[in-house]
């Protein structure tokens, strides 16, 4: 069965870094654009970054960009995100996606505090 696994979440200053992780199982990973959402209390799951099959094609919504970088494993079936210059506001539980199929993981929580 598909199985996705984040991990990497943790609390961080602002202006620090995370590098969160994804362990993708039970599906052709190397066929799938695999995404990272996150979800806010309060506010809906909105799509942070996403990155095709192969690892090129990567988009980022307008607030990460420059400060995150999605990449991928096709080898060890996994899926980065690299935060820097974290902010408050990117205070949230992040997931990881695979395009295409109908299952979430359980998330790793990020906490940007002071």
């Known amino acids: 069965q598909v199985q996705l696994v984040e991990s990497g979440g943790g609390l961080v200053q602002p202006g620090g870094s995370l590098r969160l992780s994804c362990a993708a199982s039970g599906f052709d990973f190397n066929s799938y654009m695999m995404g990272w959402f996150r979800q806010a209390p309060g506010k809906e799951r909105e799509l942070v970054a996403h990155?095709?099959?192969?690892?090129?094609?990567?988009w980022y919504k307008d607030s990460v960009k420059g400060r995150f970088t999605v990449s991928r494993d096709n080898a060890k079936n996994m899926v980065y995100l690299q935060m820097n210059s974290l902010k408050f506001e990117d205070t949230a539980v992040y997931y990881c996606f695979a395009f295409g199929l109908p299952k979430w993981g359980q998330g790793t929580q990020v906490t940007v505090s002071s």
């Open positions: 990155i095709g099959s192969g690892g090129g094609g990567t």
